[in-house]
């Protein structure tokens, strides 16, 4: 121990004392983080699933958290070099704390028709069409161009990724941003309908945009309304849900959209 810049010898009970705060410190600090990457993932069932996990890793370290406080009033009450070291972790460990409970008091991100309707409307819809018409005049003759980007700059998949250097990968990456979007879908088969472009993944539930090459019939428009994961908005765009594998297979809130439009459209 130092006293006065003098050492003197620590018996077996300070040693193991001294160990278990270094190891509670640790231990602590490294599941706050994990926590706080968990907060503020943009993929809420990959955060949620982490989370969960966390919490039942907490079960097991208490007895450390009681080391933690312990550590802690000693590293403000004492002046020693190992408590000056320790009082930064504490005050570290604390910061995290303080941005996890911001993270997760955060409004959070919710889609729905309404939603899709108000991020459309506007210079978006140029933006929207201006994307996808380039992107498909890059692909060679019959071929797909797939892009999502995750939370990172890195697109998750590329189909036919030789098409796009590294200027246009950026650039994309810029419009979408732009358009508050995540991903594209084109392709220039000759029985092509439509291009996609992707709004927003919701746990495993993504949100898009279908952008017809041609302007639908009503017969068509009430066909595709027919389908319960489709939404046609107006004569050449529609929205389109898609559960994945375990979801249910229906645009949520589709009938209050769908009640709503018929409402403005008779005012």
């Not at 040693?15 to 926590?35: C, G, H, N």
């Not at 949620?48 to 996990?53: A, F, K, Q, S, T």
């Not at 994307?131 to 161009?145: E, I, N, W």
């Not at 107006?234 to 949520?252: H, K, R």
């Amino acid at each position: 121990m130092e006293n006065n810049g003098i050492s003197k010898p620590i018996n077996k009970r300070q040693r193991f004392s001294r160990f278990m705060r270094y190891l509670s410190v640790a231990v602590v600090t490294v599941w706050l983080l994990v926590f706080l990457i968990a907060s503020a993932d943009k993929d809420e069932f990959r955060a949620v699933g982490v989370i969960v996990l966390l919490f039942f890793v907490f079960l097991f370290i208490i007895p450390l958290i009681g080391f933690w406080i312990y550590s802690f009033v000693k590293a403000v009450r004492r002046h020693s070099k190992a408590d000056r070291i320790l009082l930064w972790f504490h005050i570290a460990d604390l910061l995290i704390l303080g941005g996890i409970v911001f993270l997760l008091n955060r409004p959070p991100m919710r889609c729905d028709a309404f939603i899709m309707a108000e991020c459309y409307n506007g210079e978006p819809v140029f933006w929207m069409w201006n994307t996808v018409g380039r992107y498909r005049d890059m692909l060679p003759d019959s071929t797909r161009l797939v892009v999502e980007f995750d939370n990172g700059d890195m697109p998750q998949s590329m189909p036919q990724s030789d098409i796009l250097d590294e200027f246009e990968k950026k650039q994309l990456k810029e419009r979408l941003d732009y358009l508050g979007c995540i991903g594209i879908d084109v392709n220039n088969y000759p029985d092509s309908e439509y291009s996609t472009i992707r709004f927003r993944r919701m746990n495993m539930g993504m949100y898009s945009y279908r952008l017809y090459n041609h302007p639908l019939s009503h017969d068509q428009q009430d066909s595709i309304n027919a389908d319960p994961c489709l939404i046609v908005y107006n004569d050449s765009t529609v929205f389109e849900f898609s559960a994945g594998v375990l979801g249910a297979q229906t645009f949520p809130g589709k009938q209050e959209f769908l009640e709503a439009q018929k409402r403005n459209e008779t005012k």
